[in-house]
């Protein structure tokens, strides 16, 4: 694939909310062949929590992984992550709404401890 297509890398992410959308056992089959046939960097994204990023990366299914809607939760997500707490869960309902609720009223875990 990466061949035949001069691409610095391939980025799968699963639709949501299309009637196109594949069930979650077809994506888990079709990965590993987009896997073998993809010589590039190949980067995973969607619904992703950090077992599975760690098992995909690990595996080599995946060179990377992307996070979107933790992030935008979670604005310490790196540091989150590396130090083993919680993942805040982002409110839906503010996305792709006026202002900053939802996008930047989201504590960071040490200001929660503190």
């Known amino acids: 694939m ?5 691409l610095a890398q391939a ?3 699963p639709l949501r909310g299309s009637e196109h959308r594949l069930p979650p056992a077809r994506i888990a089959e079709l990965l590993p062949q987009v896997r073998q046939r993809w010589r590039g960097t190949l980067i995973l994204n969607g619904g ?3 077992a599975r990023a760690e098992a995909d990366l690990a595996s080599g299914l995946a060179d990377l992984v ?3 809607r ?7 997500l790196v540091e989150r992550v590396r130090e ?8 839906g309902s503010t996305f792709f709404t ?4 939802g996008y930047t009223d989201y504590p960071a ?3 929660q401890a503190a």
């Not at 990466?2 to 001069?6: H, K, N, R």
């Not at 933790?70 to 310490?76: H, R, S, V, Y």
């Not at 006026?98 to 609720?101: D, E, T």
């Open 48 to 50: 992703y929590d950090v």
């Open 2 to 6: 990466s061949d035949l297509i001069p």
């Open 66 to 68: 992307a996070f979107g």
């Open 84 to 91: 083993g707490r919680p993942l805040a869960e982002a409110d």
């Open 11 to 13: 980025h799968c992410v």
């Open 98 to 101: 006026p202002g900053a609720k």
């Open 109 to 111: 875990a040490r200001a």
């Open 70 to 76: 933790p992030f935008i939760a979670n604005p310490d």
